[in-house]
DNA sequence: TTGATTCGGAAACAATCATTCCCTATTATC
DNA sequence: GATAATAGGGAATGATTGTTTCCGAATCAA
């Protein structure tokens, strides 16, 4: 089953809500129409489980990321490098539930929309967590304002998603070189 | 027709492509059915017709940010200004139609993508040229790499419609202000 | 082996979608 | 002033949508 919400999660990336019909997500999800009913409410909640399911997947990569640093500052540059990265190539084609989310349903979903939300301020709270960190440990100068920092880098990681799924190429290295500015 | 226009822009805008049916459309444009039909070839033509008419208007706004500045510098940072503006409160909630097709769009109909990245290259050119145009006038150090600077700017730009359309406050003065470190 | 129960699959359902067709005004032309 | 031509409006159409229902197969207990 959990096999089969993760192609549930590569439709939605893929297509977005509207445009994935029930039948492209049986398709995918090798389950017949019936089942899927059965194992959820209805279109919506399929929806949910998968972007729960995506949720938790990113977050673990980005933490895994995170860990390779041996400080604050080379933490949050890593964490970076891996938006970079997955925004990129045929992964940032597939494109990111959360961007998805927020630009097609957010506005008239509320249920979408608060979950959203809620993971954009979480996602912001461990990079400014990441910036104290970086403070703590010299890496980072205290005359960083580490909210707005973090708000910015937010913008960045969502714009990465968008500029990757228009084709545009991104050189990781080169870009996380010039955020890293942002840390000065 | 141009009024008709705006009005489909502005649902389009709010609701993406998908969830817009030709009803909804008919009812912002003050038109019946039939009438669109007179006038465009189907709901994609309109939708086209939308996106050219909406970044016409952007780029003019734009611009005219841009000449608020008295230098390279200062009109970049007009511009950064402009694009926090438009993406925050009700006009942020409403969204960018640019964003909106990349993220729902480009990976499945080619003559949107085409038309989305090479509007994402319109505006990384503009920005890199008032780059280019700082480290001309001294505005803005000579060893800024424009090429890099520009497209970091653009995920930017395009992240703040994304994190404007999810609700988060955004204030221009402050993103703003940490945004032009990146010109050091 | 038999009975009950759970699971997946395909056909049927109503609703909604984009599109077309036809009718009615309104304007312009002769 | 009559007529042709055009633009706009709304009902009809066929396809597709999300959802439900019903049926068969497989699993487990007795």
Chains 1, 2 share one sequence.
Do not use: W
């Amino acid at each position: 089953m959990d096999t089969a919400l993760d192609r549930a999660v590569r439709v939605f990336r893929e297509r977005g809500y509207h445009a994935t019909s029930i039948g492209d997500l049986t398709a995918a999800m090798r389950l017949a129409t019936g089942s899927v009913y059965k194992a959820f409410r209805d279109k919506h909640a399929v929806f949910l489980a998968a972007f729960e399911r995506y949720v938790a997947l990113r977050q673990e990569q980005t933490r895994n990321a995170a860990a390779k640093g041996t400080n604050g500052r080379e933490r949050l540059r890593h964490v970076l490098l891996s938006h970079v990265e997955h925004s990129q190539g045929s992964e940032g084609r597939r494109g990111c539930l959360v961007v998805g989310s927020a630009v097609e349903l957010s506005a008239l979903d509320p249920m979408v929309g608060a979950r959203v939300n809620a993971q954009l301020k979480t996602n912001e709270n461990f990079i400014a967590g990441l910036i104290r960190e970086g403070q703590a440990d010299g890496s980072i100068p205290a005359h960083v304002e580490a909210d707005d920092t973090a708000r910015l880098m937010i913008c960045i990681t969502q714009g990465l998603r968008v500029v990757g799924k228009a084709r545009l190429p991104l050189d990781g290295e080169r870009l996380v070189g010039v955020a890293m500015k942002l840390l000065a």
